[in-house]
């Protein structure tokens, strides 16, 4: 590489053999100092922030949401981490915060960067972003995706991580941030300074949710210095408390807060500038909003310090002790301008030492501060005016020291103030002190003086250059010259050079990233300074700054070769031309030569200083290589090389050195090398020997070497020398399967076989098959004219080599046409015919003059013809319109089957007449015939083509192409390039559609919004689209209105994070893309940047958030009311307009009436009647579709019960007139009175009850879902276990005791083991091995013989025929059967068609209707095993997760209320039975439980004061258990509980104790408000060492002794009380009822979400069984006649939902884990009851007497009989399955679960059977014809036999 402003120089060039010669490199000095792009790294997401390592050799960049380790000098990717999305709210804490919860709602929050600072020291990574109130990770700097150091430590202690440890950085995307790492001499440790805008309550970060208690994050401070020490206690990282002080910070006081608006610009270090002090100070760059209330208050720039040590003990990159930070804490303004005109806000500073020579002053190097500010209030988009000041630290610092002592020797001067608005401060104001200031408290206070400080007036300093929209510098000084570089906000960068009194002396700029604003902050590359790291919105770059070429004499120089390899260099020449000499690296060193080349090249660099500054390439070549390469013409190659090669002919070879050879003068030119003339030879066939000939040139050997033919293959040939310059290769004989094959002809050298002679020219000998490829007489023949002697054999069909000259000429067959197109084609011909057949002549000639189309001639093209199988030829002029065949005449006539048609094409007319100049219009012409033809062109003004064309026999559609002018342009319609078919059809282009504008020009992610283009010409438009580039998904077509009016829906977003620049937006009208005048460039950019600017841009902003006036999910509404909804809406950017959003009430359209920027209204007229009791309230923006609420349609149930109400008050009321009226005593007065006093009481009471239960309807369904805590798996029981709960409901005569699961010891302390106890699941068939041979072989026997159909069908019918045969008998027989024949489910599916066939045919003649309504036979209780075995993939995998969320929702609804311990009553119930009829207040407790088992150690546990000891184990139980089968969970008698009611006073908390106490005679239950267990008690469980014995299970206890809540029914009881204190006890019992409406409101989704899961159809996986049963159904009921649809309903009904899945709605521990409690079994009766209902065909008749079990889902039933029905007919649609389906389906059931069950004991089981009906399956056998013709009552007989001999005495045995 040449330097800068020299010319490269040429490549050296080095043979392989010289010895390392000097390589010479001139440098040049330049005087062109350029800007250049060297590296890009292109972020996915906007960046934030960038740092570099200490040397530079690593790049650490940030984005949003992705961290980035790049390479320091090619920025290749080495690392990245994903930071975010994270769910996050600016109102909650950090989730690291230990206990910290939060009720605001979390969503998807993106991570934005706002400290990135390296620690090298200690190799960590400083990254603090917004999201959790802007939380810190410190990441290792060798790889950033690891995390070094973990924060909040886990081991820690959670009490010692407070929020001020973790809210570092500010939480907003717009709300600013710096840092600086500070180090601390003597070892002390790092600290990180940090500065960050405030985001708390009250400013304008924060979130207007209107809260008032969201004061926590009040307590972050504006500066603070933290503690960054990783290696010492990592719980103090990021604390306040340094020594010397607990608060260094900076915190304004909240009432200041909306006066002083801080925003941080950089923070950075600078050592004081005056001597000798020289100490370090922390300068941070910042603006402030003197009064941010009042808009005319500008921004102030502010520079503040601060001190960090001692100068003895500090360092540039650390300091000594620390200084209190508000001690030493002074800020003072900037201003850059004049007061008039000042550039008041600060964008970017840069610390630099250069010289700034103001006279008579020299200009020696200084301290200085350069500050890019500009002047806001730019308006139109226009980019602010902008300008760069300087700054001297020196009177920066005597400035300080000045206001300093001004403090306390002068005050009254108003020189400096005390910030008083400041926490931490001293005082109010300044005041003189008598007492002598010394140097170190002058410029760093002290403890005991006023601060923090602020100076007054600002330092003031002059423009030295302004520009328009700067947003960075950086400053670089060489000699006395300064070289500033600044960013600015178009993406360019500017390079001014300044002389030493800081005027501009030149200028210059690039483009880096056009469009995107250079980050504020550049940095130089440590390592070397000609390199400037910068950062735009979207990039990382890498910009190298070219300077002077420096004299390099007496520096450290050397060559650098790569891979470490260095040689020396020397200097020549003056400094205007400098010679460097470099030694060539040894010749061991060289590099690999690829194999296939003969040079290589290697780049050498000049090294000086240890950095590369210039690169040259040189070539190394090897002559023997370049002969080697190739050998086929290697004197040729030699001697033409670029290289100096010598060609050696004594050995044959090419040489670098002419010493090598001794003749190696006698050539010199590649014409002198011997060569083969190249020569034609005759074609010879495959397996003939033959000789041939060889001329040769230029031979230099004699006729003594010894030459071999080479052909190309592995075998030579012997050559022989016919003279000096022809050799003759001998027997030639070469083979191929081909039908010709070229062998290139070559001699080699017989003693050296890879030397041979030139042949630069390739010779060829061709060699032919005639075998192959002569499919008929005419290609077989026809290959005499290339040379080849074939001839045809008519016998054989084929073609083969002719012998022996032929004297006839053998004649083919007459050609065959077989096929010909086109078959149409205009008069005037030229149409290209292809015609296909065989025999189509043997060569050209053969056809020429030989095909026409009646008398017109169609002339052949030569080079489209294909021997004998197809011509092609180009049809001749007809004079008019005919059809004829076309005929091919070779000495024989051929003719076609089919006629070709000459026809006149006719063109009428074209539309549309117009269009647009820029083209793309499609237009159709219309004619008649216009299909006709092989080419048809339609030509626009006689230049240009129409394109896209396509055609129809009477239409022509196509494309229309552009034009310079408008005007009426001739369109010709041209068929085979004749004359025009087309006169007068003209079309007319007109100027080109404008688009003036785009409305709006925001969009939300989700697109849909509509745009509106503005402009003129859109009547010329058909198709229009959009597309936003870079970001958008898809392109969008848009509708033209009118001529100027045309709407786009916004295409959605991706890859786009909301608040990003805006993205350009492009359209395409008829297909071409709208471009407009060019855009006016910027001064600074070069015009191919702008190439492709598009005009119009679109800017993506967040989705809309809407909500409802009280957040709440749930909206009560009564049908006939009219109904006004109050939406409110987030502010957002969009600028929405009313007729932008849609809100609808399922399918009604709402109103909208008013529309502000936070509050929609909307009303709807029309009334909301509808089946369904609930609507979605959903929103429309666009394509952003949102629900907000459910609007709940009630009120029928409350007036009903309020009715009632009423009406038994005025029957109570009129009872009690009746009475006062008939009573004639004295006391008559005083009982009225009392009966008046007791009614009100009443009815205050009833009313209470009331308005309880209708605050109960309102339940939020969210409530509960919250409670419900579904973090484990669902409990699913395993298959086996799952069939034998089905099959075996209840204990059969098999099994004296019901299994139980195997449980297994969750912890040392608890759990119980019980093994496996179902004999059908047992391993092994334990029998007693005496009797195991015989017992084996009869069940082997019988297997045999149930495996048999006709057996199997009898035998179940001769059981069923016995009377003593129950129905227990039957199904226990059924499932022994479905187990024992479960490996073959499609021979148990044969077998229970056949029986329920029978059973149809017995139904069909009574009852039809009645069928399969019970499971009173075999084949009843066969089909429900059946389905269960195909249902339960299904009902696991889609039915499962909604019926557990049913169950979980009726216990933790249950669990909300009290509950009685004895009777099982609750307050929240579905059941009437189980209702507690009265009214308990029961107070929540929260307690505070420890337990060791199930894998957690301690819980917060809800329980109700109302709960006996027993129910709060229970529910702690649950809590702790909740990942755990319940068969596995510690039992309520197996655990104690113990509360620590002091710290040193505990009891253990029982049922019933000493304490209990005694009402009515009957001992109460212990509960937890007995106890006076209060809030967040403190209570330990543990596993008792035996068992409770005081009592057995609750439910279980007499209640004639015990009570919990509610004392019997008993009268004896009531008369005891008082007439008043009975009465009001006794509130009517029904008016508890509205509790069962609140049960069912709050319970009804999941309940919705159990049926539409059983009754919907899966598109991956259908029912398949469901489907093939149902059809079997419909076949049997056609084959009877049974057409009567309300019959087929039944069946299906009878045999799936009412045989499986109410039985799985009752049941579920048949397919889950769990506690089926007798309270959740009621509740699932009355759920099981709808569901079957539902599947009812029969009307409902519900009066007021009927039970509220039926009643409760009344309204619900209709709707859901719709979906069953729906569901039949879904799967009545579904296409057939065949048997070959089913039974593949089958098989795969048995075979996913072989070997599950123990097939020998269900055999065993239903021998047993076989052999207590001996007799009468004997005799059933022999009376029937089939089985008794294959004698299978004698093989049931010898079962019989091998089974009786030992049975007796083996039973007994085992």
């Not at 010891?1305 to 119980?1312: D, I, K, R």
């Not at 279980?1596 to 029914?1609: A, G």
Request: net charge neutral.
């Amino acid at each position: 590489m040449a330097p800068a402003g020299a010319d490269p120089r040429p490549t050296a060039l080095l043979p392989l053999l010289l010895l390392p010669p000097l390589l010479p490199l001139l440098l040049l000095p330049s005087r062109a100092a350029g800007l250049e792009v060297q590296r890009k790294f292109l972020s996915p997401t906007p960046t934030n922030n960038f740092a570099l390592d200490g040397p530079g050799s690593r790049v650490y960049l940030a984005a949003v949401n992705r961290l980035f380790q790049l390479s320091g000098g090619d920025l290749a990717l080495e690392a990245e981490a994903a930071v975010g999305p994270v769910l996050d709210s600016p109102l909650c804490h950090a989730p690291q915060l230990p206990q910290a919860s939060c009720e605001h709602p979390k969503v998807l929050t993106n991570n934005y960067n706002k400290i990135l600072q390296p620690d090298p020291e200690q190799g960590v990574l400083v990254v603090c972003g917004s999201i959790y109130q802007g939380l810190c990770q410190l990441r290792s700097m060798a790889n950033i995706s690891a995390v070094a150091v973990r924060f909040p430590p886990g081991g820690s202690d959670p009490a010692s991580v407070v929020p001020s440890m973790l809210n570092v950085a500010a939480n907003h995307p717009n709300a600013s941030t710096v840092g600086l790492v500070l180090r601390r001499g003597g070892g002390g440790g790092a600290r990180l300074l940090v500065a960050a805008t405030y985001t708390g309550f009250g400013s304008p970060f924060f979130p207007r949710n209107g809260s008032l208690d969201d004061h926590r994050f009040e307590n972050t401070p504006e500066i603070s210095i933290r503690a960054l020490n990783t290696r010492g206690k990592l719980e103090k990282l990021f604390t306040f408390d340094i020594n010397p002080s607990d608060d260094n910070v900076l915190k304004i006081k909240q009432v200041d807060k909306a006066r002083h608006k801080l925003s941080f610009v950089r923070a950075f270090l600078q050592r004081g500038a005056a001597p000798p002090s020289r100490r370090p100070y922390a300068y941070l760059a910042l603006n402030s909003e003197a009064n941010a209330g009042l808009k005319e208050s500008p921004s102030h720039s502010l520079l503040a310090r601060i001190c960090l040590g001692e100068p003895a003990e500090a360092t540039l990159n650390g300091s000594g002790e620390t200084k209190k930070l508000t001690e030493s804490y002074i800020q003072l303004g900037l201003r850059c301008g004049g007061t008039a005109d000042a550039f008041t806000r600060l964008v970017s500073v840069f610390p630099a030492r250069a010289a700034w020579r103001r006279p008579p002053a020299p200009g020696l190097p200084e301290e200085l501060l350069f500050g890019v500010f500009e002047r806001p209030g730019a308006g139109g988009g226009a980019r602010p005016q902008s300008a760069l000041c300087v700054f001297r630290f020196a009177e920066i610092e005597e400035t300080i020291r000045a206001a300093r002592n001004s403090c306390f020797v002068s005050p009254g001067a108003g020189m400096v103030t005390v910030l008083d608005s400041v926490v931490q401060g001293t005082g109010p104001a300044c005041e003189k002190r008598n007492i002598q200031l010394q140097p170190e408290q002058l410029d760093c206070g002290a403890a005991h003086l006023q601060h923090p400080l602020a100076i007054t007036n600002p330092i003031t300093a002059t423009p030295i250059f302004t520009h328009s929209g700067l947003t960075a510098v950086a400053v670089a000084s060489v000699n006395n010259y300064t070289v500033v570089f600044l960013g600015t906000a178009s993406g360019g960068l500017l390079k001014i050079n300044l002389d030493s009194t800081m005027k501009l002396i030149s200028r210059r700029s690039i483009s880096v990233a056009y469009g995107e604003p250079v980050h504020p902050i550049m940095q130089f590359d440590p390592s070397d300074p000609t390199y400037l790291y910068v950062m735009t919105s979207y990039q990382a770059l890498i910009i190298q700054i070219n300077g002077t070429i420096p004299n390099l004499n007496g520096t450290n120089i050397s060559c650098d070769y790569g891979n470490n390899i260095h040689t020396v260099a020397r200097v020549a020449g003056d400094y205007v031309n400098q010679f460097i000499y470099c030694s060539l690296l040894p010749r061991e060193k060289y590099p690999t030569f690829p194999d296939d080349q003969d040079h290589v090249v290697v780049e050498a660099a000049l090294r000086v200083n240890s950095k590369n500054i210039i690169r040259a390439n040189f070539t190394i070549y090897d002559c023997k290589r370049t002969g080697n390469i190739y050998p086929k013409k290697a004197c040729t190659s030699c001697l033409s090389t670029r290289w100096k090669c010598h060609w050696c002919p004594s050995t044959y070879s090419c040489v670098s050195n002419h010493s090598q050879c001794h003749d190696v003068l006698q050539m010199k030119n590649k014409i002198d090398c011997p060569r083969i003339v190249p020569a034609s030879l005759d074609p010879m066939p495959t397996g003939v020997s033959r000789d041939i000939t060889i001329s040769l040139a230029n031979t230099t050997f004699s006729q003594e070497t010894a030459l071999e033919c080479h052909f190309g293959t592995d075998r030579t040939f012997e050559a022989r020398w016919v003279n000096s310059s022809t050799v003759e290769c001998i027997h030639v004989l070469l083979h191929t399967a081909e039908k010709s094959h070229l062998f290139p002809v070559n001699l080699q050298l017989k003693d050296r076989p890879d030397r041979f002679i030139d042949s630069p020219e390739l010779m060829t000998v061709e060699v032919y098959n005639c075998a192959t490829g002569s499919a008929d007489c005419s290609q077989c023949l026809g290959r005499e004219d290339l040379g080849h002697r074939c001839l045809w054999s008519e016998s054989s069909s084929s073609c083969r080599l002719q012998s022996e000259p032929q004297h006839t000429s053998d004649a083919c067959p007459a050609p065959e046409i077989r096929k010909i197109e086109p078959q149409r084609g205009p008069l005037e011909g030229g149409t290209l015919l292809t015609i296909h057949g065989r025999n189509l002549g043997r060569r050209f000639s053969d056809i020429l003059g030989a095909v026409r189309i009646g008398s017109v001639p169609c002339v052949p093209l030569p080079d489209r013809y294909l021997v004998s199988e197809a011509i092609v030829c180009q049809t001749g002029e007809a004079q008019e319109a005919f059809s004829d065949v076309l005929t091919v005449n070779i000495s024989r006539e051929g003719r076609s089957r089919e006629r070709y048609s000459y026809v006149l094409p006719v063109v009428q007319s074209i539309a549309p007449l117009n269009g647009p100049k820029a083209g793309g219009t499609r237009v159709t012409i219309r004619g008649s015939r216009l299909d006709v033809g092989s080419e048809l062109r339609v030509l626009v003004n006689a230049s240009k083509q129409c394109t896209d064309l396509s055609r129809s026999d009477s239409t022509i559609t196509c494309t229309m192409p552009s034009a310079q002018i408008t005007a009426a342009v001739p369109v010709c319609v041209q068929f085979e390039n004749k004359s025009c078919a087309s006169y007068n059809i003209t079309f007319k282009y007109e100027r080109n559609p404008i688009i003036s504008d785009i409305n709006p020009k925001k969009s939300q992610i989700s697109g849909g919004r509509i745009i509106t283009l503005e402009g003129r010409g859109f009547e010329l438009v058909q198709n229009v689209s959009m597309m936003v580039r870079g970001i958008g998904r898809d392109q969008t077509s848009c509708k033209v209105h009118t001529d100027t009016v045309i709407t786009c829906p916004s295409p959605a977003a991706s890859n786009i994070t909301a608040g990003s620049k805006p993205a350009p937006v492009d359209f395409y009208l008829n297909g071409r893309l709208y471009a407009d005048e060019r855009l006016a460039l910027d001064e600074e950019m070069y015009p191919e940047e702008a190439l492709h600017i598009s005009k119009f841009s679109l800017e993506y902003y967040a989705d809309p958030q809407f909500f409802t006036a009280k957040k709440e999910k749930w909206i009560k509404h009564h049908p006939g009311e009219p109904l006004t909804l109050v939406i409110h809406k987030e502010p957002d950017s969009l600028g929405l307009e009313s007729n932008e959003y849609q809100v609808k009430i399922g399918l009604i359209s709402c109103e909208i009436q008013i529309v502000s920027d936070k509050v929609i209204h909307c009303s709807v007229n029309e009334s909301l009647s509808t089946s369904e009791r609930q609507l979605p309230v959903t929103i429309q923006v666009g394509k952003f579709n949102y629900t907000i609420a459910m609007l709940h349609l009630g009120g029928g149930e409350t007036a009903i019960i309020v009715s009632i109400v009423i009406c038994s008050i005025l029957l109570v009321l009129s009872v009690v007139a009746l009475f006062v009226f008939c009573t004639k005593s004295r006391r008559a007065e005083r009982y009225w009175q009392k009966t008046l006093l007791q009614m009100e009481e009443m009815e205050s009471q009833i009313r209470e009850e009331i308005r309880k239960g209708f605050a109960e309807l309102q339940t939020d369904m969210t409530d509960l879902t919250k409670e419900l805590n579904r973090s484990q798996g669902i409990p699913f029981l395993e298959y086996k276990h799952f069939v034998t709960r089905t099959f075996f409901p209840k204990c059969s005569s098999l099994y004296e005791e019901c299994y139980i699961l195997p449980s297994q010891q969750l912890s040392s302390q608890g759990g119980s083991q019980v093994q496996e106890t179902h004999p059908l699941l047992v391993g092994e068939w334990k029998i007693p091995e005496n009797c195991r041979p015989n017992m084996e072989e009869g069940i082997s026997l019988f297997s045999t013989l149930l495996n048999n159909k006709h057996f199997l069908i009898v035998f179940v019918h001769a059981l069923e025929q016995q009377k003593d045969f129950a129905v227990r008998d039957r199904c226990n027989l059924a499932s022994l059967l479905t187990i024992a024949l479960h490996g073959k489910l499609e021979y148990y599916t044969s077998i229970m068609k056949d029986l329920l066939v029978d059973l149809i045919d017995a139904s069909a003649s009574k009852n039809p209707k009645l069928m399969l309504r019970r499971t009173e036979s075999v084949v009843e209780k066969m089909l429900t095993n059946w389905m269960s075995i195909c249902m339960y993939s299904y009902l696991r995998e889609t039915v499962g997760e909604p019926f557990f969320l049913l169950i979980c929702a009726i216990k933790q609804q249950i669990n909300k209320g009290s509950i009685d311990a004895i009777t099982g009553k609750a307050r929240y119930t579905l059941n009437e039975e189980w209702l507690l009829r009265e009214n308990i207040e029961a107070k929540p407790r929260n307690l505070n439980v420890s337990f060791q088992g199930c894998g957690m150690d301690s819980l917060s546990v809800r329980a109700m004061d109302t709960d006996t000891l027993s129910q709060v184990k229970e529910k702690i139980l649950e809590a702790f258990c909740k990942n755990v089968p319940y068969s596995q969970w510690p039992r309520v008698e197996d655990v104690d509980l113990e509360w620590f009611a002091t710290s040193t006073d505990s009891y253990i908390l029982r049922d019933l104790d000493d304490t209990s106490v005694v009402e009515d005679g009957r001992k109460k239950l212990n509960t937890l408000a007995h106890y006076k267990i209060p809030e967040g008690a403190s209570l330990a469980m543990s596993l008792s060492d035996k068992k409770d014995t005081t009592l057995s299970r609750v439910k279980d206890l007499d209640t004639e002794k015990y009570f919990h809540l509610v004392l019997p029914t008993d009268e004896s009881v009531e008369h005891k009380k008082s007439h008043r204190q009975s009465h009001r006890k006794k509130v009517l019992p029904e008016i508890y009822l509205t509790r069962l409406l609140s049960t069912k409101g709050t319970l009804q989704k999941f309940l919705d979400d159990l049926f539409k899961a059983i009754l919907s159809i899966r598109d991956d996986k259908p029912p398949v069984a469901v489907k093939y049963f149902f059809d079997f159904l419909e076949e049997q009921a056609e084959k009877r006649g049974i057409t009567d649809p309300d019959t087929m309903h039944i069946w299906k009904t009878n045999s799936l939902p009412l045989r499986f899945w109410v039985n799985i709605l009752k049941n579920p521990q048949f397919v889950f884990d769990i506690d089926k409690t007798d309270h959740i079994d009621a509740c699932l009766s009355v759920i099981a009851q709808a569901f079957i209902d539902a599947c009812s065909l029969s009307d409902l008749q519900l009066g007021k007497d009927s039970p509220t079990n039926k009643l409760l889902y009344a309204k619900e039933i209709p709707e859901y009989r719709k979906i069953v029905q729906r569901y039949y007919k879904q799967i009545h649609d579904m296409p057939p399955l065949s048997e070959q389906e089913m039974n593949a389906h089958l098989a795969e059931e048995s075979r996913k679960h072989r070997n599950e069950f123990n097939t020998n004991v269900a055999m065993a089981e239903i021998y047993k059977y076989a052999k207590r009906y001996r007799s009468q399956i004997v005799a059933a056998l022999d009376a029937n014809p089939t089985t008794k013709r294959t004698q299978l009552q004698h093989k049931f007989e010898q079962v019989i036999a091998l089974m009786e001999d030992n049975i007796y005495e083996c039973c007994s045995e085992a």
